[in-house]
């Protein structure tokens, strides 16, 4: 008997989930109706690089025979950026009967370059007391750790069966972390150098932007994505210099201000619907994704030699680059 009753109640409720919708999404062109909410999952797997402006630091100079050493043909060194793997995840619904939707997105990157020179170098990071002396050696070593988190609307509405665009609104946090060593040997006066630096930066602002989708039909389509956010960011950055003349020297400085983002997406994707009503998405996409954010690098240069050293700020964008694959599914 209890057998019979799990037959007839599973029988209902695949009649149920099979029966036609009282009433469709409002674009019946889009992919994946549904009478309820469909809740939504992404994973992307990253592999991204980061540039930023900024961090050169030191000068491989090949000096002039005269005595005063005047530049010639000196190259600026920056460290190397390798590329790295990352991944985000997107928590969303797709509402039923209009096409409004929601998402959560969190994103991790990580990356620490570093490079090292020798020849006749000329320290960009030493203490101004210091930045006199030539050096035969120098290394750096920066460690980025960056998080971001989306929140946001979006509409997305089929402007004929092949096109859609949604539209998007909500809120952006981002938080970049940085860390930049440098260290110089064998200088003359001044034996060795060294410089720690940390540039804390945390914002959040209003975010918009619209994806397109381009159906080329077996569930293939083209994307392409653009958003620019306008957060208010807070910066907390500090400097330690060392070397045999001084025995330590500490900078700090924090401000608030605006700084702008932007992101676009490049892509590739397919997409199926599963479900006794093809209510259910399931996508792969394969994106060229590049992140620009706006004078990130404010670690404090010292200039002017002396007790009254003046803190300049490099004011370097970083750019975040590279592929991203995602699997897409709503349940």
């Known amino acids: 008997m ?32 549904s009478c309820g909410t469909v809740w939504t999952a992404d994973i992307s797997f990253l592999a991204w690089q980061a540039l930023e402006e900024g961090l050169e630091f030191t000068l491989n100079n090949t000096p002039s025979p005269l005595p005063s050493n005047i530049n010639v043909n000196g190259k600026l060194i920056a460290p190397h950026f390798p590329w790295e793997p990352a991944f985000k995840v997107d928590l969303g619904a797709m509402f039923p009967q209009r096409a409004w ?52 609307v979006g509409y997305h509405p089929y402007l004929t069966p092949a096109l859609s665009i949604r539209y998007l609104v909500g809120l952006k946090v981002v938080g970049v972390s940085q860390t930049y060593h440098v260290h110089y040997a064998g200088g003359t006066p001044v034996l060795n150098a060294s410089t720690a630096l940390t540039n804390n930066a945390i914002g959040a602002g209003p975010r918009l932007g619209f ?96 007790v009254l050293s003046y803190g300049y700020m490099p004011r370097g964008d970083l750019m975040l680059h590279g592929a991203t694959f995602t699997i897409h599914c709503g349940f």
């Open 101 to 152: 939707d929601a998402q959560f997105r969190w994103t991790y990157f990580h990356t620490n370059p570093s490079r090292s020179i020798h020849g006749s170098l000329i320290p960009l990071w030493a203490f101004p007391d210091t930045a006199s002396s030539t050096f035969t050696s120098a290394r750096s070593h920066l460690v980025l750790n960056f998080n971001s988190l989306d929140i946001e």
């Open 2 to 33: 209890k057998w019979l009753l799990m037959v007839f109640a599973s029988t209902l409720l695949a009649a149920d989930c099979c029966s036609p919708c009282a009433e469709g999404r409002l674009f019946p062109t889009a992919p994946c109706h």
């Open 211 to 306: 994806i397109s989708q381009w159906r080329l039909g077996q569930g293939f389509s083209l994307l392409g994505a653009i958003a620019g956010s306008l957060p208010l960011w807070h910066y907390r950055m500090e400097r330690h210099d060392h070397d045999p003349n001084l025995t330590y020297a500490l900078f700090r400085d924090r401000f608030w201000t605006f700084r702008s983002i932007l992101e676009t997406t490049i892509g590739f994707g397919w997409n199926t619907c599963l479900g006794c009503r093809g209510q259910f998405p399931l996508g792969l996409n394969l994106n060229y994704e590049l992140q620009y954010y706006a004078e990130q690098n404010m670690m404090p240069m010292l200039v002017n030699p002396g």
